[in-house]
């Protein structure tokens, strides 16, 4: 079953204050991560699934637990439809 | 006036030639082109060829006939909003936007936005309220600096957005000097303000509109990453940028602050109109 996440090459981060942008050299495609979005696209390494992100960003945001679930599944989700993460 | 030329329009590293014969072919090229620089470095890759004869209009680029008719805001239309496009496909060596230009005594403010978000009419009355015009339709902001520079052609203010600014701008009494058509009216500048001083200008903050009908008046301040994401939707020329145009957005994100602007008349934003200066 592939369910690690991992972020595709040749894509390019540009990181404003926590905030990052996601874009191709040679496409038009660009993908905006607020600075929770930010942190799960820096875990998509390919070594995590998404419950073992899920464990690391709640341990160290235990008062953001609650949202944590929701934002890790609509981030990949949406990270997944623009097509800059694969699944391995 | 001469009657058989050829000119050069240059903006953003581009360029096109227009060639005219015609006293009334003459006439519509330096209506849309007069404050527009006739020369640059870069080599015209389009040539737009007016004719006028006694009865009769026609224009062409290279082979292709635009237009073949009487009127000449029809032909002023077209050819304006064609060598528009012809002039921003080519253009390199800075970010274009598609946006509206104004300056409040020395300091820039673009509005980007794309077709009907009310730049053109919102920078329409902000003229007519002492900004100084640049222009309505594309901003070009070289690589590495904070200047706007602008394509300064007459508005092109669409017919829905005629009852908007008829209390500002009487659109009767100046017909004779426009060029009309059941879509819209060019209006040079100096009709909405005189005292116009088209220059580049020292970018001071970036808004952008979207005009909503009947929506409350938001103006909120953007994230450099939110800021430069919008930008974006209108950058023209990013397929002719290194990686797109991003880094130099990013950029200029980081230096200059960006909101984003919601209203549904312009009375909201007279109330609160120091946040544009």
């Known amino acids: ?88 | 006036m001469d009657l058989s030329l050829r000119r050069e329009v240059h903006f953003a590293n581009s360029a096109i030639a227009v060639e005219v014969e015609g006293e009334r072919a003459a006439a519509i090229v330096k209506f849309l082109f007069r404050s527009i620089s006739a020369e640059g470095t870069a080599q015209p890759h389009v040539t737009y060829r007016v004719w006028s004869g006694a009865a009769e209009l026609v224009l062409r680029r290279a082979d292709v006939t635009l237009y073949r008719g009487s009127s000449e805001a029809e032909c002023a239309d077209i050819l304006l909003g064609d060598s528009t496009h012809a002039l921003a496909d080519r253009s390199s060596g800075g970010l274009l936007f598609h946006a509206a230009g104004l300056v409040w005594q020395g300091r820039g403010l673009l509005l980007p936005g794309r077709i009907a978000s009310g730049k053109t009419t919102l920078s329409a009355w902000l003229a007519l309220r002492g900004f100084d015009f640049l222009s309505d339709e594309l901003i070009f902001v070289p690589t590495g600096s904070t200047t706007m520079h602008a394509l300064t052609r007459p508005l092109n203010v669409k017919s829905p957005s005629r009852s908007a600014l008829r209390p500002y701008f009487d659109f009767d009494r100046h017909a004779a000097q426009l060029l009309s058509t059941p879509r819209g009216d060019l209006i040079p500048v100096e009709l909405l303000r005189p005292q116009n001083e088209l220059s580049a200008a020292a970018l001071h903050a970036i808004i952008l509109p979207q005009y909503a009908p009947d929506a409350a008046f938001k103006l909120e301040a953007l994230s450099p990453a939110r800021a430069a994401f919008a930008l974006v939707d209108t950058l023209v020329n990013a397929r002719n940028l290194p990686n797109h145009g991003m880094p130099e957005l990013a950029r200029l994100a980081r230096s200059i602050p960006v909101q984003q602007l919601v209203y549904s008349n312009f009375a909201q934003i007279a109330d609160r109109l120091e946040a544009f200066k």
């Open chain 1, 1 to 88: 079953m592939k369910d690690h996440p991992r972020r595709k090459p040749d894509y390019q981060l540009e990181e404003l204050d926590g905030e990052l942008l996601i874009y191709h050299p040679t496409e038009s495609n660009v993908v905006y991560c607020n600075q929770t979005a930010s942190l799960i696209w820096h875990l998509c390494d390919g070594t995590h699934t998404s419950a073992e992100i899920n464990a690391l960003l709640s341990e160290a945001y235990p008062d953001a637990a609650a949202s944590i679930p929701a934002d890790i599944e609509s981030t990949l989700h949406t990270l997944t439809q623009q097509q800059v993460i694969e699944w391995i």
